[in-house]
Structures are given as structure tokens and as C-alpha cells.
């Protein structure tokens, strides 16, 4: 099994910038893939950005090209997404998840665990 827990989330206005973090424990091997999802109110969850273990393959969403950065540091089993020019539209609930395959997919049912999540709120 593996443990995801999430932190990083608030309030910030738009064209401002976050970090969240992700921290892995437990069957850490499972994590190949690693990605973060997002989810606003009553609509479905959606795909942000995902990395493999070596960091050289890294996908992003069209929504967040150019301005959120996904990165991973194996030794601290750490999952970073920094988040710059935010949009009142980035607002949601943003959840890690671990994929045991090196597919990067885009779909949430590939993943195999999932984190809580964690509030982003985006003011205009």
C-alpha cells in the first residue's frame, strides 16, 4: 500500500503563484508514475499534470502548459506542482495520485492510490 497526503493549498489572488507537495510513504516502489488531478465543484476530475520516477517524461494539461511545473524528489519520495498565474478557473480540490506503471495517463482510473486532497482557491 501506499500513503499520499497532500499540502500547499489556500487562498491566493489570481496572477499569484503556490507549491503543493505531495509526500509518499509506504510501498514507495509503487510510484512510478506520479500525478495530480484536480477537481471543482460539481464537475468531474480532471487530469493536471503527471511525471515518471527519472523526471524525463513529464504531460501536462493544455489548461496549465506554460504556467504549472511538476516536479519529483525520489530520495524524500516528494511530489511537488508549482503553480504560477493562477486563474480564478484553477480553483478546486487538487489531489496526488501514484500509478505503478510508467504509462502517464491522463486518466484518473489508472491511478492506483490517491491522496485527500487539498483546497486551491483562486480570487479575482
Known amino acids: 500500500q501506499v500513503q499520499l497526503g497532500e499540502s500547499g493549498g489556500g487562498l491566493v489572488q489570481a496572477g499569484g503563484s503556490l507549491r503543493l507537495s505531495c509526500a509518499a510513504s509506504?510501498?514507495?516502489?509503487?510510484?512510478?508514475?506520479m500525478g495530480w488531478f484536480r477537481q471543482a465543484p460539481g464537475k468531474e476530475r480532471e487530469f493536471v499534470a503527471a511525471?515518471?520516477?527519472?523526471?524525463?517524461?513529464?504531460r501536462y494539461a493544455d489548461s496549465v502548459k506554460g504556467r504549472f511545473t511538476i516536479s519529483r524528489d525520489n530520495a524524500k519520495n516528494m511530489v511537488y506542482l508549482q503553480m504560477n498565474s493562477l486563474k480564478p478557473e484553477d480553483t478546486a480540490v487538487y489531489y496526488c495520485?501514484?500509478?505503478?506503471?510508467?504509462?502517464?495517463?491522463?486518466?484518473?482510473?489508472?491511478?492506483?492510490?490517491w491522496g485527500q486532497g487539498t483546497q486551491v482557491t483562486v480570487s479575482s
Open positions: 509506504g510501498r514507495t516502489s509503487s510510484t512510478y508514475t
Open positions: 511525471i515518471i520516477r527519472s523526471g524525463g517524461l513529464r
Open positions: 495520485a501514484a500509478d505503478r506503471t510508467a504509462v502517464v495517463a491522463t486518466n484518473p482510473a489508472a491511478y492506483d492510490y
